[in-house]
């Protein structure tokens, strides 16, 4: 039988304590030379805004997650350029698991891109690509005529270059067909768009 002491000391009992995300916190970070003049700048994604939490709702986007808006540094000779990133629409949101920049040069510029995956559907993700200029900003690469959408499910993932561009490749397997889009760059309105598709055939074992 609890006694009247008990009792106050539940009652009066603090809530736990639990602690908040310290922000900005990096998510991810590589070192490369953006502008050709021999030295590795620092790259770093960033959660500039919201949490780190376990969506344990029932689903195939169910996990551990960073959501918010993110930014990504530059760290050049010390000098920081911060830009924040934007999504078509929600907050974007990126697993938790450790990974790294995908740079590439997507559009065979000079300069190094990177793509970072939001939630497309239980089937895939769906990925925003993004270039470094060479004083350290980062630029929305858009891309019409074709969702670039992959299997992958990750927070970026690789896409093999072609001459004018590169390829993305993804299976549907209610056509039970692997699709692959072949992207080129308009340099006069600058995105990418589908030139060229592919389809090869797949068993469903």
């Known amino acids: 039988?609890?006694?009247l002491a008990v009792l106050l000391a539940l009652q009066t009992a603090a809530p736990e304590y639990v602690p908040s995300t310290p922000l900005p916190m990096t998510v991810?970070?590589?070192?490369?030379?953006?502008?050709?003049?021999?030295?590795?700048?620092?790259?770093?994604?960033?959660?500039?805004?919201?949490?780190?939490?376990?969506?344990?709702e029932p689903s195939c986007a169910s996990g551990e997650k960073f959501e918010g808006r993110f930014a990504v540094v530059v760290n050049r000779l010390s000098r920081l350029t911060t830009t924040p990133l934007d999504g078509d629409d929600d907050p974007l949101w990126l697993w938790t698991t450790p990974f790294s920049f995908q740079l590439s040069d997507y559009n065979h510029d000079g300069l190094l891109d990177f793509n970072l995956g939001t939630y497309g559907t239980c089937r895939g993700w769906q990925y925003l690509l993004f270039t470094i200029t060479r004083d350290g900003h980062v630029r929305r690469l858009p891309v019409t005529g074709g969702t670039l959408f992959n299997g992958d499910r990750a927070n970026a993932t690789y896409f093999p270059l072609t001459a004018r561009g590169f390829r993305n490749s993804f299976a549907?397997?209610?056509r039970r067909v692997i699709v692959h889009q072949y992207f080129r760059w308009d340099s006069k309105n600058r995105r990418f768009y589908v030139y060229r598709l592919r389809e090869d055939p797949f068993e469903i074992e």
């Open 172 to 174: 549907d397997p209610d």
């Open 28 to 56: 991810s970070e590589v070192r490369a030379d953006i502008d050709g003049d021999g030295n590795a700048e620092i790259i770093t994604l960033q959660l500039i805004s919201g949490r780190r939490f376990l969506d344990d």
């Open 1 to 3: 039988m609890l006694t």
